[in-house]
């Protein structure tokens, strides 16, 4: 295993300004069509490029037996033009071969039937067979790429866990006994922190463990909790053992692309970030939900907070539709390079694509591609143009750090805990709360900060947390310090409920903060879909109400109806001294009444809001401590005017006063002084 580097020791991704690219796959093209890709590439300004992603079949086409050429002549090609390359250790989807000659390393899923080959990553987890061939695969493109001159990056299989992560073959039981036995030590550790007295489900003895397949009631939630863990955990170590054998013939920096995205929740990215030289990330905007604009904002931002506010790279997103959506749709004129620059803006320093030209064939060829089928004489290859064009010119913003006064606390281990299969209520799920939080602070134009619970809040005016419902001890103690040196909270219903073990804390919710509130709820009281509840100010709300005492706290609105009617709906302990005040909401606002509470609270927090911004007008502030970047993303059908003084970067003009941004437009400014 692979020791995990500090921080300062790590390679760091150095690029000249900010990267363009994208995915390439060679093999599903014909040699001659390679030399007008890297011709078309470098009109459209591509400069970093991601092979060998899926290549494990056309390098290795037996057992033993590896094939460079096509990969060597692609790379020189690549390198011929200028044209840095993002090496894939191939390793994502094992070839027919392998998978004939060693069944056992197919996933099995939590019916107990085993997925077959024919899509992608087939593959368990913890399969050491499994992981031998993908080491020995990743060894051999190390030691022959390691000192290319082309190499910019190491990219580690691709998006692992995106759909194999949770295995429950006979392999993966036996390595999720192994590691309960690390994690508990015992056996009666684990039966404590399963709470297996309930239902008749004590153990006595580790091979009595499965992991939680299906079964005719609900799962112990404990159990489930473990395996997500343990899933989490198995595919970073998948991950380290690709890392080492590149490291032993490169000292290049070495990622995989994350995943922060809405519908994918496998993966503790808190755990796996330190072990990154550099995060990337892969996002697609997802038309399932309300607010596919707000989440793009609020998965840039965690992934920036993955990267402990550094600048990571976009390692892929789309130029126009995808491909797995029930409707897939194009996007509008002008909107890949908002989507592109509103990633820039929050922190990305690579914008990159899946994929550089659209296939002619399999699963992805109605995917779009910086290429698509239509040819060059296209509006989208005219907009890639432009958006290389315009990538160029923000090259002196790479390395830049964001500035944000709100830290919003998000988790894994509670979203898996807390979307468990049963719980109060089914009409709500943990991301519904976080993007409703995320999404009024948006829509007040807030810059935020997404970070781990316990992570360091020194310097925030309001730290949010909405919904968290599994916290350990340490981690809420974190939250009760940044509030007594003075940042404001607000909580929302559903934290603080239970500790890392998904064990209630008794005497009130929510055991964890209390004090920290000066509140008390008796009694969860949610109501069926379609209700509406009804506060006193007038504010409308749906989903939940609760049976809460203001202890310690000032009311600050009451339910007018409902199952917890003339109860504090919403709250505010008062600091008094140096603290901050603790606000505390019941209920889940409908979004205009939700905007007015959190302009409230950011009001009396004292956090910054950017004039003119809010949901249809985002504008993001970065700096490297002496310059500052304004990135003005204008969504609306109306030209809007910002007050600005210095160089704006994408139509290269000085400003001096008004700035005119048209519909729909994207504009930098470098400001003549620090604002
Ligand atoms: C990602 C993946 C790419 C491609 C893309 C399509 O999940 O890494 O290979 O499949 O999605 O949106």
Redesign the pocket.
């Known amino acids: 295993m692979a020791e995990t580097a500090l921080a300062s020791e790590r390679p760091r991704f150095e690029h000249q300004g900010i990267a363009f690219g994208c995915?390439y796959n060679p093999e599903q093209w014909d040699p001659a069509v390679w030399r007008e890709d890297v011709r078309l590439m470098q009109q459209a300004g591509v400069d970093l490029v991601a092979v060998n992603?899926f290549g494990w079949a056309a390098l290795q086409a037996a057992d033993g037996s590896f094939d460079f050429t096509a990969l060597d002549e692609v790379i020189e090609l690549l390198h011929n033009a200028g044209i840095r390359v993002n090496l894939g250790t191939g390793t994502s989807s094992p070839p027919p071969w392998l998978t004939t000659r060693h069944p056992e390393v197919l996933p099995v899923v939590e019916d107990g039937t085993t997925r077959f080959p024919g899509g992608r990553q087939a593959w368990c987890p913890s399969s050491p067979v499994f992981r031998r061939y993908a080491v020995d695969l990743a060894e051999a493109v190390a030691q022959r790429y390691g000192r290319h001159p082309a190499i910019a990056l190491w990219h580690v299989s691709?998006?692992l866990g995106?759909h194999n992560a949770l295995c429950h073959c006979e392999e993966s039981t036996r390595a999720f006994r192994r590691w309960l036995r690390a994690r508990h030590g015992s056996i009666d550790e684990l039966n404590r922190a399963w709470g297996t007295s309930f239902w008749s489900q004590r153990y006595s003895d580790w091979d009595e463990i499965l992991t939680p397949k299906l079964t005719l009631s609900s799962r112990n939630p404990g159990q489930l909790l473990d395996f997500h863990r343990f899933s989490s955990d198995e595919l970073l170590a998948h991950y380290r053992a690709e890392a080492a054998a590149i490291r032993r013939h490169s000292a290049l920096p070495i990622t995989t692309?994350f995943m922060v995205t809405a519908h994918i929740r496998d993966l503790d990215y808190w755990a796996w970030a330190p072990e990154m030289d550099v995060i990337a990330n892969?996002h697609?905007l997802d038309h399932r939900l309300g607010e596919p604009r707000a989440e793009l904002a609020f998965a840039a931002d965690l992934t920036r907070g993955l990267a402990g506010g550094d600048p990571w790279l976009l390692m892929?997103h789309?130029t126009g539709a995808?491909n797995?959506q029930p409707v897939n749709l194009a996007k509008e004129p002008g909107q890949l390079l908002r989507n592109s620059l509103t990633h820039v803006a929050r922190g990305a320093d690579a914008v990159c694509f899946?994929q550089w030209r659209a296939s002619l064939q399999g699963s992805?060829k109605f995917?779009s591609a910086l290429l698509p089928h239509a040819g060059t004489d296209s509006d989208l290859w005219r907009e890639v143009l432009e958006l290389g064009r315009i990538v160029g010119a923000l090259d002196e913003v790479a390395g830049a750090r964001v500035q944000a006064d709100v830290a919003l606390l998000f988790s894994w281990e509670a979203w898996w805990a807390s979307d468990a299969e049963n719980r109060p209520t089914h009409a709500l799920e943990y991301l519904d709360q976080v993007h409703a939080l995320y999404g009024a602070l948006h829509d007040l134009g807030v810059t935020v900060d997404v970070v781990r619970p316990g992570a360091d809040l020194t310097g925030y005016r309001l730290v949010v947390t909405p919904g968290l419902y599994l916290v350990s001890d340490a981690d809420a103690a974190a939250l009760d310090e940044a509030v007594a040196a003075g940042a404001h909270a607000l909580v929302t219903f559903y934290s603080g409920i239970v500790d890392e073990q998904d064990r209630v804390r008794p005497g009130g919710y929510p055991g964890a903060w209390r004090e920290l509130l000066g509140i008390r709820v008796q009694e969860f009281a949610p109501v069926l879909p379609g209700t509406r509840i009804a506060l006193e100010s007038g504010a409308g709300a749906t989903v939940w109400a609760e049976r809460l005492e203001a202890t310690e706290a000032e009311v600050v609105d009451r339910f007018a109806d409902g199952p917890a009617a003339r109860r504090p709906a919403v709250t505010r302990r008062a600091g008094g001294g140096s603290a901050g005040d603790a606000w505390y909401l019941a209920t889940l606002l409908d979004r205009a009444a939700l905007r007015d509470l959190v302009r409230r609270v950011v009001t009396a927090a004292g956090v910054r809001r950017e004039p003119g911004a809010g949901a249809e007008v985002e504008i993001i502030r970065r700096t490297d401590g002496e310059t500052v970047w304004r990135f003005i993303v204008n969504h609306s059908a109306e030209a809007i005017d910002v007050d600005a003084h210095g160089t704006e970067l994408v139509t290269g003009s000085t400003v001096e006063g008004l700035l005119a941004v048209p519909a729909g437009a994207v504009r930098v400014i470098r400001e003549e002084r620090a604002a």
Do not use: G, L, M, P
Request: glycine share 0%; with cysteine; proline share 0%.
């Open positions: 995915d992603i691709n998006e995106c692309n892969d697609y892929e789309s995808v797995w899946f992805e995917h």
